[in-house]
């Protein structure tokens, strides 16, 4: 019997050890974990700036002012496909905000405040290749008071008049981390835009563009649709002006823009957005412009919704 | 928890009231400073030491005490500010505003030294006032923007950074907690939030037109003295009910927690001290009668909102009467409140736990707050839609031109656990303003006051087996009125910049007799623009 007694301790070492083994993290466990980011790209004009994106440059006048309430719907802003494997996963699936936006004009000169204000971020989890994904969930109930990556700018426009056929000028933002990165509504690090700024008016038709930089230290590379560091902004519209009811008239056209990382210049990392857009603007002293526009990606990557809608209310004015 | 929030309750009430009398006198703003005798100020010393020592007589007998709130208060005319500015520039217009914007810092340091305690988070209990020497601070940044939307109508957004440090995770106080502007689940990396959003509409009925002064969350217009007033939206429900006592604001006047409103009215809140729900108002003349329902959170003293509004809600009544003894206004009223909530009544988790001793505090797996006493019962295992009521009065008369007291005292049922305020029962707060025009400083303000808390026998006895709550619970407790005096002078220096130092004196930390006392010692930088 005795003789057994090593054997026993033998078997007892292996039981352990194939339960310890057992025990030991999983793959899964072992995945990497995505922190998350500022999923939103649809970077709005200041308030006053007429169009969604671009800026009509249409500051003039003693002191003015202008305040904007935007909202809007996008889905599938971020859906990542595994390189390998071609399984796509919609990590963000949903995205509703709200903004509000206030701005003080002077001259040609123009600085305004922009509060992004989530109101349901959601999506699906799961695991592509080495990433385990966690998708926000993030609405009204669980994150009352959020206020994500909020900003404040100043524009100024340098050449041109009001309703002349070019004006040019130029832009610049700082935006504040706000908000967490787990919900996918903020990087969690300080960025800038700068932007040059174009904008016309030509009979019944005028038109805007922008090209820019982001500044953005948020660099997670490796990890599939995750920022790439700074990027390359640019943008164009144009539309045509059409008689409204007295007092007022309608703006109709499209708007394109998007982003693209420097790392991978319009290679990789680059999405761009459709938005086809009208208004309803209010000619006076103190104008009232109601916005919708409607959008579907041209080249869907990170921020850039399969489709979107946005609504806006502008009040602006000068004395 | 909220705390902070409420802040702004400035000085509207004094200011408007600075103006009212100037006009009478046939003086400005600055005018009416000078317009005091010395007469006028040997009567006016004469009724202060009068009220001083009714005050005293009321600290000594334990009885009344009170509390601030409000909401933010018009800046005076001539005050400096950026409208104001706009406005001597002759591009904006004051008295009849179509928007406004004004901001605040504030910054607020407190240290404690260490104090006597026999025990401390005794048998794994966790809301102890630790007995070391601490500090806590706050910053607060703040920025109020209004709009004109139409006839009557007005919308407020209000952004806020704030970032703190309290004292022992904000544990261990009842209604004495040293800073109003604390937050429960605050950090000191900087947070920014939206602190309200919300739509105003009033519909005028007639009498006197009444000026509004502009200020942070209130646009410069004129309102009928009779009048509909319905809000919506997003705010703090201090802004409308139990505005601070001569509407100083809180950044200007006393620190401690339990001057801001009743510390036994539990309003429903948001860990911040915000809500979303509607308001209506019917003003007549000097009366005033309001209705509010508002959300509450969703676990008790968290962030996240519970919406169903028709199932767990906070309701309040209060009606308002203003008034003049002697040519001094006055104002007086009466408050109650009535919550539906997911709360634990502190006799069912006794009764759990006396039932199966397994029901303690430790194995609880619902929403806690992560004591380790296993030999104490635990609101976890109570919590069901229960009521929490409670009624108060308030009180506040002018003795002098620049001199006012107050007082304040609630009775709240104490059965069931705090769910968004304070630990407090009951509560009672009598408290003396003076500003310093007496000494030629007419934008400093000094005040003294005292805040008594009490909590229920049931919540005592909870307490004592070891239950802790949303902020108090040392493990035992030997029951006893938690007490604070708070004393400060607000200098003002540069027009726009406050420096404050305060003294606490806190008798009783967390109604537990057997540890305190505490003293907190703190200084305020407050600017506004």
């Known amino acids: 019997m005795a003789s057994f007694k090593p054997h026993r301790s033998c078997v007892r070492v292996l039981l352990a050890a194939l339960a310890l083994l057992s025990f030991r993290p999983l793959p899964a466990d072992a995945q990497q974990q995505p922190a998350g980011f500022a999923v939103e790209r649809f970077y709005q004009s200041a308030p006053g700036g007429g169009w969604f994106i671009m800026d009509d440059l249409d500051i003039s006048g003693r002191l003015g002012g202008a305040i904007s309430i935007t909202s809007g719907y996008a889905r599938n802003p971020l859906v990542i496909t595994d390189p390998d494997s071609k399984q796509k996963l919609a990590v963000v699936s949903q995205e509703a905000f709200l903004d509000i936006g206030g701005a003080v004009t002077y001259h040609r000169f123009r600085a305004y405040l922009d509060l992004p204000m989530p109101l349901s971020v959601t999506g699906t989890s799961g695991t592509l290749g080495p990433y385990q994904f966690t998708a926000p969930s993030v609405n009204l109930g669980t994150t009352p008071d959020t206020v994500s990556d909020f900003r404040i700018g100043v524009d100024t426009r340098l050449l041109g008049e009001p309703g002349s056929l070019l004006r040019l000028g130029a832009g610049a933002q700082v935006i504040f981390p706000s908000g967490n990165r787990s919900d996918y509504v903020s990087d969690a690090r300080y960025r800038a835009m700068f932007r040059f700024l174009a904008a016309g008016d030509a009979g019944a038709y005028s038109y805007a563009g922008q090209l820019g930089v982001h500044v953005r230290p948020l660099n997670d590379a490796p990890v599939p649709g995750s920022p790439n560091g700074s990027e390359f902004l640019y943008g164009i519209s144009g539309g045509r002006r059409f008689a409204g009811p007295t007092g007022w008239r309608f703006v109709a056209g499209p708007e394109i823009y998007g982003e693209t990382a420097f790392h991978q210049f319009f290679s990789g990392e680059t999405g761009t957005e459709a938005l086809l857009t009208g208004r309803l603007e209010q000619i006076g002293e103190r104008k009232l412009r109601i916005k919708l526009g409607v959008g579907h990606a041209l080249v869907q990557n990170f921020g850039a919704a399969q489709w979107r809608v946005v609504f806006g209310v502008e009040l602006f004015g000068h004395k | ?529």
């Open chain 2, 1 to 529: 928890m909220h705390f902070r929030s409420l802040i702004l309750a400035v000085t509207r009430y004094v200011y408007r009231r600075e103006r009212r009398a100037a006009v009478s006198d046939g003086y400005g703003c600055d005018g009416s400073d000078r317009s005091l005798g010395r007469a006028n100020l040997v009567s006016l010393f004469n009724r202060a030491r009068s009220v001083m020592l009714v005050l005293t007589s009321c600290l000594l007998a334990s009885s009344l005490a009170s509390a601030q709130n409000g909401t933010p208060a018009p800046r005076p005319e001539g005050e400096d500010s950026l409208m104001q500015v706009l406005t001597d520039k002759g591009l904006h217009d004051i008295e009849n505003e179509s928007w406004n914007a004004y901001g605040q810092f504030t910054y607020i340091s407190s240290w404690k030294p260490s104090f006597d305690a026999p025990y401390t988070n005794l048998n794994g209990s966790i809301n102890s006032l630790l007995p070391t020497a601490e500090r806590s601070f706050t910053g607060t940044a703040t920025l109020y923007l209004g709009l004109r939307l139409w006839k009557g109508a007005e919308a407020y957004l209000v952004p806020e950074l704030i970032s703190e440090q309290p004292f022992s995770q904000l544990r261990g106080l009842g209604g004495a907690i040293q800073n109003f502007e604390l937050q429960k689940g605050g950090a000191s990396v900087p947070q920014v939030y939206r602190s309200r959003l919300f739509l105003k509409q009033t519909i005028g009925l007639g009498g006197k037109s009444d000026v509004e002064e502009s200020g942070p969350l209130q646009l410069g217009t004129h309102y009928d003295s009779r009048r509909l007033v319905f809000v919506a939206g997003n705010f703090t429900i201090l802004d409308f009910f139990d505005t601070n006592a001569f509407d100083i604001d809180p950044r200007q006047g006393f620190l401690s927690l339990g001057f801001m409103t009743y510390a036994a009215y539990d309003f429903a809140s948001d860990a911040r001290g915000y809500s979303y729900g509607g308001i209506g108002e019917f003003h007549w003349d000097d009366w005033a009668v309001r209705y509010g329902r508002i959300t509450p959170p969703k676990q008790p003293n968290q962030l996240p909102v519970d919406f169903r509004l028709l199932k767990y809600y906070g309701d309040q009544v209060e009606v308002e009467h203003k008034h003049t003894i002697h040519e001094q206004e006055g104002m007086i009223r009466v408050l109650g409140y009535r919550n539906r909530e997911n709360m634990g009544r502190f006799s069912d988790a006794i009764a759990a736990f006396d039932a199966n001793p397994q029901e303690n505090a430790t194995t609880c797996t619902g929403f806690n707050y992560g004591s380790q006493n296993a030999g104490a019962p635990d609101l976890c295992w109570a919590r069901k839609p229960n009521i929490k009521e409670g009624i108060g009065a308030f009180a506040e008369q002018y003795i002098g031109h620049d001199i006012g007291v107050f007082a304040r005292g609630m009775y709240s049922d104490g059965k069931t656990e705090v769910y968004a305020y304070t630990s407090t029962d009951r509560s009672a707060t009598v408290g003396v303003l003076a500003k310093g025009s007496v000494w030629s400083r007419s934008k400093d303000l000094t005040g003294i006051g005292g805040n008594l808390g009490w909590i229920s026998n049931i919540h005592a006895k909870y307490l004592g087996m070891g239950g802790v709550d949303g902020f108090i619970g040392d493990g035992a407790i030997t029951a006893g009125s938690e007490r604070s005096l708070d004393m400060f002078y607000s200098a003002n220096l540069g027009k726009v910049y406050w420096l404050t130092g305060d003294y606490q004196h806190i008798t009783n930390p967390g109604f537990n007799a057997a540890r305190g006392p505490v003293n907190v010692f703190t200084v305020r930088v407050h600017g506004e623009f």
